[in-house]
């Protein structure tokens, strides 16, 4: 069975392009960290905030705890993390050292997407060639959704 992690911009465009990803859920897993619910809580725009989190407890099975920047202000307190003094190498190389809000998010989201050896999912070109460059397979929201569509016509032949 496949897992895909996907990144908070995935919710964004399946919400935004109405398509329906919950025929694949017998097929395939998806899964999140908390950086993708914190991300979702933060929108402004309370109906789709709402929408996008029912979004994601509807299609996602497991949360992945992240291993990395617990104390990161950004992110709500979440008691799935595997608590570290040192922050994740993968993190380190994936930000570079920049410790902008969204970089680090995205470090850990491909650090947690590394460790569970799954394919990530993200919109964001930049981070998909990072993950690839790291070894992930990383495919775009339309790309995954177009190997969803072939996996279930090949088993409805």
């Known amino acids: 069975m496949k897992i895909y992690m996907l990144d908070t911009n995935v919710f964004?465009?399946?919400?935004?392009?109405?398509d329906d990803i919950t025929c694949s859920i017998g097929s395939c897993e998806f899964v999140y960290t908390r950086v993708q619910e914190s991300e979702l809580q933060d929108n402004p725009n309370t109906e789709e905030r709402y929408r996008r989190l029912r979004l994601l407890r509807s299609v996602c099975g497991r949360k992945i705890p992240v291993e990395t920047d617990a104390w990161m202000d950004s992110l709500r307190w979440d008691d799935d993390g595997i608590?570290?003094?040192e922050p994740d190498t993968v993190a380190d190389r994936v930000s570079?050292?920049?410790y902008s809000r969204k970089k680090r998010h995205d470090a850990m989201i491909l650090a947690a997407t590394k460790r569970i050896g799954c394919i990530l999912v993200t919109n964001d070109s930049n981070l998909?060639?990072?993950a690839r460059s790291e070894g992930v397979v990383a495919l775009s929201a339309i790309e995954m959704l177009e190997h969803m569509r072939e996996s279930v016509e090949?088993?409805?032949l």
């Open 96 to 98: 570079k050292g920049s």
């Open 128 to 130: 998909r060639a990072k």
């Open 12 to 18: 964004s465009y399946i919400d935004e392009s109405q």
């Open 83 to 85: 608590w570290s003094e």
């Open 154 to 156: 090949k088993e409805n």
